[in-house]
């Protein structure tokens, strides 16, 4: 199992406010992501929200065509007061 932070400014922002967001595994179920963000980061998580970002065929700026995988984005609400790390290290310009 394996997650990914997700640093762009929409969710910085969000981070500011105890939202934090990262891609993790398509198969991974809410609870399964609940404990693994809990033991990685020793923090209590009160609420996950899931998107399933389907997958497909794009093209790219040269005309390539490019696959796409499909993914899933979690987005983690905090306890007050408590922040992760890797969100709390970079700032929005």
């Known amino acids: 199992m394996q997650i990914k932070p997700i640093l762009t400014e929409k969710s910085l922002g969000e981070a500011k406010k105890g939202q934090f967001t990262f891609l993790v595994d398509r198969f991974m179920t ?3 992501i609940k404990n693994l ?3 990685a980061f020793d923090v209590n998580v009160l609420k996950v ?3 399933n970002m389907k997958g497909g065929v794009k093209k790219n700026v040269r005309g ?3 696959t ?3 993914v899933k984005k979690a987005v983690v609400t905090l306890k007050a ?3 992760i790390g890797i969100f709390c290290k970079c700032s929005i310009i």
């Open 30 to 32: 809410k609870f399964d």
């Open 64 to 66: 390539k065509i490019v």
């Open 37 to 39: 963000i809990e033991k």
């Open 49 to 51: 929200r899931t998107i």
């Open 81 to 83: 007061g408590e922040k």
């Open 68 to 70: 796409k995988k499909a």
